[in-house]
């Protein structure tokens, strides 16, 4: 019973361990930053992090969309200087995507947004979204890159990068 017991208990911690460090955003093309400050929890408790304004960053997008690959290193780069997390919210997981009621929370969300802060377009929302609300429960957001460019220039990356990390700042 002893050596059931410990050897089930060595294959969970090692199966565990192996998991746990596993590259979370390893489908974006060009992004190979293992250590990165994405991390991924539960949809419906982001979602829910979200509606009651907890403070955090939370990132949607998938890993084949254009603008999705331009934005996250950049946005790397900004959670790094700022010292924070974000929560990557995979829109094309078969979990996000299946999930009726979370589809309907994450519209009914973006749907009470300001015009100019909400995904929404066409009645759709867009990606890449990024969702940030700081200690004071302050929801600001970001949506695309620049001008909607699927390729950005190096000024295009730092200024973007320091106008995200700015906000991030106010998060802590």
Same mark, same amino acid.
């Given at each position: 019973m002893k050596k059931t017991l410990l050897v089930a208990l060595t294959a969970l911690l090692i199966l565990t361990g192996?998991?746990?460090?596993s590259n979370l955003m390893s489908g974006y093309k060009g992004f190979d930053k293992k250590d990165n400050h994405f991390i991924r929890e539960n949809y419906t408790d982001a979602m829910t992090k979200?509606?009651?304004?907890?403070?955090?960053?939370?990132?949607?997008?998938? @890993?084949t969309c254009p603008w999705c690959i331009a934005l996250v290193p950049v946005l790397e780069d900004a959670l790094t200087e700022a010292d924070v997390k974000a929560e990557?919210? @995979?829109?094309?997981d078969k979990e996000f995507k299946e999930d009726k009621e979370l589809q309907d929370r994450f519209t009914k969300f973006n749907a009470s947004l300001p015009q100019d802060q909400t995904s929404m377009q066409n009645g759709a929302p867009t990606v890449p979204f990024v969702v940030i609300i700081d200690? @004071?429960?302050?929801?600001?957001t970001h949506v695309g890159t620049i001008d909607n460019k699927q390729q950005l220039s190096d000024t295009e990356k730092e200024?973007?990068?320091l106008r995200l990390a700015d906000k991030f700042?106010?998060?802590?």
């Open positions: 192996c998991s746990g460090k979200i509606e009651n304004k907890e403070a955090g960053i939370f990132y949607f997008g998938f @890993d990557y919210i @995979d829109v094309q200690k @004071d429960g302050n929801l600001s200024f973007l990068k700042k106010k998060v802590k």
